[in-house]
């Protein structure tokens, strides 16, 4: 197994994808039709009709404090994805202290994208298979399955067999997380719709309707720029660390996944809590924010990759894109 340096999380190597194929009268060779979930194809399309409609409200009856509100709701429920979920949970790329761990649950309640363990759990599946039928978002089956797809029909069975060796106790030992999982059908309603829906309308007066559309519109616009990292981010882009791999460098996608479409550079180096070379000085929102958090001492242990390795890395295995490229003894 190839362990990636810190993070809990550890990478199959080609060997070991092959080898530990389930046999074949597990995966039949039809696993890959989808298996549609009607519920969820139906909550998603009302979803994106009716972000559509808090869209056009926006611009013709709802209050600008309701859609400033909805712009900083994005980037709350955001964060509770990229520095929650993502660079503290799922990869541990620094530590938190229990406030800011507090904090990001919340907001990562609010982002409804289901419990963090089991959001967790899914992605060290992704990096760990990326691109093949145990990822839960593999790139390979096109853009619509990657992008939202795959939350609309059941897991291919290859998921859920390596997910079964992916380790999340970690996560399930930490309180607040455990909490989060028991309560999820209480919490989620509650954080991700009734309190964002009340406040415009308790603070300034604003309809029910608007409030309420306009709270839709800004969840289905971070589950689409979520989404855009699995889906655009693997298929468009260049890829100056690791040529051989999909996942690409997309400057579209981090600016509205605030920081997380540096995606050549993840997968190459998925311990790195800034996730892209620059960080905050590259678009990277989140990367500002854990910096902020690390100088008032609610963030610590931030883990970095030695330029040194980048640029080893990038000799060897990118695509000649980086902007470095030619370093050292290139010619
Ligand atoms: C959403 C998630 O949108 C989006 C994730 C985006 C990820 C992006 C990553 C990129 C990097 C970060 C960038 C962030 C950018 C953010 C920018 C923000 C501005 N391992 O799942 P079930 C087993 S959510 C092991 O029901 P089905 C397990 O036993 C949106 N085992 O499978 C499990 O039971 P339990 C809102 C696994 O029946 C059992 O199977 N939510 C694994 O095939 C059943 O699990 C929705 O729309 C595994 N990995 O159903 C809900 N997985 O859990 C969508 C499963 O008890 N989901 N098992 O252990 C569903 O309805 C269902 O999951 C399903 C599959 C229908 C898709
Ligand atoms: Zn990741
Ligand atoms: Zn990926």
Excluded at 2 to 10: R, Y
Excluded at 95 to 124: E, G, S, Y
Excluded at 248 to 263: D, L, M, R, T
Aim: glycine share 6%; net charge neutral; hydrophobic share 45%.
């Amino acid at each position: 197994m190839a362990p990636n340096l810190s993070t809990g999380v550890l990478y199959a190597t080609d060997k070991e994808v092959a080898s530990s194929t389930i046999p074949s009268d597990v995966v039949k060779p039809d696993d890959r039709k989808a298996k549609w979930v009607w519920r969820n194809i139906i909550l998603m399309g009302y979803l994106h009709l009716a972000a559509l409609y808090g869209f056009y409200l926006a611009f013709t009856s709802t209050k600008l404090a309701t859609t400033l509100f909805a712009f900083v709701m994005y980037h709350l429920t955001g964060l509770g994805i990229t520095a929650g979920a993502h660079r503290l949970w799922s990869h541990k790329s620094y530590k938190a202290k229990w406030p800011l761990t507090l904090f990001l649950a919340i907001c990562n309640t609010m982002a409804f994208q289901d419990a963090a363990v089991d959001w967790a759990r899914d992605h060290r599946v992704h990096h760990k298979y990326s691109e093949t039928d145990a990822d839960p978002h593999n790139a390979k089956r096109g853009f619509f399955f990657s992008h939202v797809g795959w939350l609309l029909c059941r897991k291919h069975p290859e998921v859920k067999a390596k997910g079964k060796g992916i380790d999340v106790s970690d996560l399930y030992a930490d309180p607040i997380l455990k909490f989060q999982k028991d309560n999820y059908l209480l919490l989620m309603p509650i954080l991700a719709f009734a309190i964002p829906t009340a406040i415009p309308m308790y603070f300034w007066n604003e309809t029910f309707t608007d409030a309420f559309f306009s709270n839709l519109m800004r969840y289905a616009f971070v589950l689409n720029a979520s989404w855009l990292v699995n889906s655009a981010a693997h298929l468009f882009g260049s890829h100056p660390y690791d040529r051989f791999i999909n996942p690409a460098e997309n400057k579209f996608v981090s600016i509205f996944a605030i920081g997380e479409g540096w995606h050549n550079y993840h997968h190459t180096f998925p311990w790195d809590y800034k996730t892209s070379e620059l960080g905050r000085f590259s678009i990277n929102f989140t990367a500002l924010f854990i910096d902020i958090m690390a100088k008032i001492g609610l963030a610590y242990d931030l883990k970095t990759v030695p330029e040194e390795m980048i640029r080893k890395r990038v000799e060897r295995t990118g695509d000649g894109t980086h902007e470095l490229w030619g370093w050292g003894d290139q010619d």
